[in-house]
Each structure stands twice: as C-alpha cells, then as structure tokens.
T-cell receptor
Framework: DQQVKQNSPSLSVQEGRISILNCDYTNSMFDYFLWYKKYPAEGPTFLISISSIKDKNEDGRFTVFLNKSAKHLSLHIVPSQPGDSAVYFCAASAPLGYGGSQGNLIFGKGTKLSVKP | NAGVTQTPKFRVLKTGQSMTLLCAQDMNHEYMYWYRQDPGMGLRLIHYSVGEGTTAKGEVPDGYNVSRLKKQNFLLGLESAAPSQTSVYFC?????????????FGDGTRLSIL
C-alpha cells in the first residue's frame, strides 16, 4: 500500500511557465514533507521541505504548498527553466515513535518534468 | 566538500558472488541509510543506522547485510547476489538533533547481477 503517491509519471511545461507537481499521502501521522530533484546518473538532491505546522514554504522559484485536510502537497516552480528538467520525488516522514515510526522517509515514485525551451 | 561518497560507481556481478558497497560521509552525520531504486519505483529503504555500531532493517532488507563500525562509514553487503538485486543503490546521511533534517544522498552505485 503506497503511503506517498505521485500520480503523474511525467509533466511537460514550456520554459517561463509554471510547473506544478503534485503529491498525495495517506498516513495522517506524517508531519514532515520534502521534495527532491534527481538528474540522470546522479543522486537525489534536497530541494525544499515543509513542516505540517505550515501550509506554505518558499525558496526562490520553488514553493511547496501543504493541504493537510486533503492530504495533498504540491511543488510550484515559477518560472520554469530547461535546467529544471529532472525527476522530482516527494517524500514524507512521521515523528519518531509515532505508530512505530522510526522517522524514516517514505518516497513517491517520482514525476519526470520536462521543460521545453 | 565531498558530502556522501559511494564506491564503486558501477559493478557487474555473477549470480552467487558477494560484494560490499561502501558509503562514506564527511558531514559528521549520525544517521545513515541504504536505498535501492528500481525503474518506475521510488526509493525503498534497505537498512539504516542511527549511530556508530547500530543498524536496523528497513522496508526491503532480505538478501542484504550492513555494518557501521565507524561513524563516517556505512557498508552494504550482498552475500550471494541474485538477479533480483540488480538495481541502483543510494546511500544517504542525515544530521541528528532538534527538528527535522533532510537526508543527503550520494550519486549511487549501479549494480548488475547476471
């Protein structure tokens, strides 16, 4: 049973436009959410995170929105650039000790973003 | 400024052979992790360690063993490699302490079992 779901395997966006990547989760214990970016033949790189006490976190062109009631988060990239083309992974964790959690990350399957010039 | 370093980067094994993957981090992190990534899948946790001398099982531990004899190193062993273990293996580390911290990843080891 997938606890973190990224239902869109791929997304294509024109350069300069907004990219919106979505992620849904099922475990209401999750309180920390992250987005990682991965280029081919490289490891995932941490991009941005959000704690469940917030509903928005912004870092430059990247903004993550969290809707706890819908168990949904999204990553907005504005404006999108060709260098943003990569696979984006959503991840979540529950607090250590809650429901047997060890505080480990649970990853979605990723969304491949292509930004066209 | 190395961060998390994985060796080797590539390896081809025959079924039944054994090998050890090495992960080294220079950030003095307490926590270390081994993941595997398969096509169309997210990262799945194999084993992890919350400190020197400790290890614990993750989501997919069967067929793997780990050791954390030194704080900076986390070794992943395959005693008898199987084709199902063909994958890309990622190591990660994380600082302990107050509040949530992100994990930092190495560039992976691509392992093929024939």
């Amino acid at each position: 049973d997938q606890q973190v779901k990224q239902n869109s395997p791929s997304l294509s966006v024109q350069e300069g436009r907004i990219s919106i990547l979505n992620c849904d989760y099922t475990n209401s214990m999750f309180d920390y959410f992250l987005w990682y970016k991965k280029y081919p033949a490289e490891g995932p790189t941490f991009l941005i995170s959000i704690s469940s006490i917030k509903d928005k976190n912004e870092d430059g062109r990247f903004t993550v929105f969290l809707n706890k009631s819908a168990k949904h988060l999204s990553l907005h990239i504005v404006p999108s650039q060709p260098g943003d083309s990569a696979v984006y992974f959503c991840a979540a964790s529950a607090p250590l000790g809650y429901g047997g959690s060890q505080g480990n990350l649970i990853f979605g399957k990723g969304t491949k973003l292509s930004v066209k010039p | 400024n190395a961060g998390v370093t994985q060796t080797p980067k590539f390896r081809v094994l025959k079924t039944g052979q054994s090998m050890t993957l090495l992960c080294a981090q220079d950030m003095n992190h307490e926590y270390m992790y081994w993941y595997r990534q398969d096509p169309g899948m997210g990262l799945r946790l194999i084993h992890y360690s919350v400190g020197e001398g400790t290890t614990a099982k993750g989501e997919v531990p069967d067929g793997y063993n780990v050791s954390r004899l030194k704080k900076q190193n986390f070794l992943l062993g395959l005693e008898s490699a199987a084709p199902s273990q063909t994958s890309v293996y990622f190591c990660a580390s994380k600082a302990a302490g107050r509040g949530n911290q992100p994990q930092h990843f190495g560039d992976g080891t691509r392992l093929s079992i024939l």
